[in-house]
């Protein structure tokens, strides 16, 4: 993967991290799709992450991201999946 979309990748990621209270604040206005907690909000954040990457090639890279790039992507995200529950604490936050 290229090492301009790699940190674009990390720094969402961090980003993700840093404004889970938006993610909240999403999950908590949708009172249906709640009892599905954690699968709901990881999903707003895979779907965050999984747009950024797409942005991203198409800005640095001026095209489509291949197929060995988004297997990249996936293994990405497959590495950060518990870090990305831990500091979202999905795993265990009530609401």
Known sequence: MDKKLEEK????????AENSDEIY???????????HYDSFGYGIV???????????CRRILKRNPTNEEFLEFL??????????????KLSNHSL
Do not use: A, C, P, T
Request: hydrophobic share 40%.
């Open 9 to 16: 990748i990390h720094q969402k990621i961090k980003e993700v």
């Open 25 to 35: 604040k999403i999950i908590n206005s949708l009172e249906k799709l709640r009892s």
């Open 46 to 56: 895979i779907g965050r992450l999984y747009n950024s990457f797409y942005y991203q």
């Open 75 to 88: 293994n990405m995200l497959n590495k950060n999946q518990v870090k990305i529950l831990d500091v979202l």
